[in-house]
Every structure is written in structure tokens, then in C-alpha cells.
């Protein structure tokens, strides 16, 4: 079974930026679609983007002109996130479906 192990979650000041990152345990490049969710304490796991194995990106409204969804040949799947708001602060999970990573935390301070 494919493992996946999320990074580059941090603590940023509100407007500042960060890149996640979802790293696939398979060397073979995913053909898989992929997404991101998150959840915030207290609140329900969340959509946050995909990417199709073929087709356009999906990015939610909450975050629609800040954060990109990409992947890389090799299956790397990311997450550009730009112009953090506080209320962006959650655990972010990367999913293929079946298989999805323990999470990475954003924190953002006002």
C-alpha cells in the first residue's frame, strides 16, 4: 500500500507563505489524482484542492487565489499556500484516494 508523509507545515504570520509538501513511499510516478484536506480543532475535515490524473486543478472557495495544487513527475504532490490567513490554521492531510498521510500542522498568527 502506498504510504504518504506530508511536510513543511509551520508557524507563519498572517499574509506570509508556505509550501507543503506530500512525498509518495512508491518510486513509480503517482498517475493517481490527489488532494488536500484539512481540519481545524473543533471542525470537520475539510476540501481544500485536488489534481486529477488528468484535467484542470479544484480549489476550494476558502482558498481559491492563494493556495496552488501541483504535482511533480514523480508523484510529489504540493501545496503553495500565499497571503495565510488565521483562520487557515489546521492540520493538513494529503489523500490518493485510499491512502492518506498523518498530517502537517499550519499555524497562523494574527
Known amino acids: 500500500q502506498v504510504q504518504l508523509v506530508e511536510s513543511g507545515g509551520g508557524l507563519v504570520q498572517a499574509g506570509g507563505s508556505l509550501r507543503l509538501t506530500c512525498r509518495r513511499s512508491t518510486r513509480l510516478p503517482g498517475r493517481e489524482g490527489m488532494a488536500w484536506y484539512r481540519q481545524a480543532p473543533g471542525k470537520e475535515r475539510e476540501f481544500v484542492a485536488m489534481i486529477p490524473g488528468s484535467g484542470t486543478t479544484i480549489h476550494a472557495d476558502a482558498v481559491k487565489g492563494r493556495f496552488t495544487i501541483s504535482k511533480g513527475d514523480d508523484g510529489t504532490l504540493y501545496l503553495q499556500m500565499n497571503n495565510l490567513k488565521v483562520e487557515d490554521t489546521a492540520v493538513y492531510y494529503c489523500?490518493?484516494?485510499?491512502?492518506w498521510g498523518q498530517g502537517t500542522q499550519v499555524t497562523v498568527a494574527s
Open positions: 489523500t490518493d484516494g485510499p491512502a
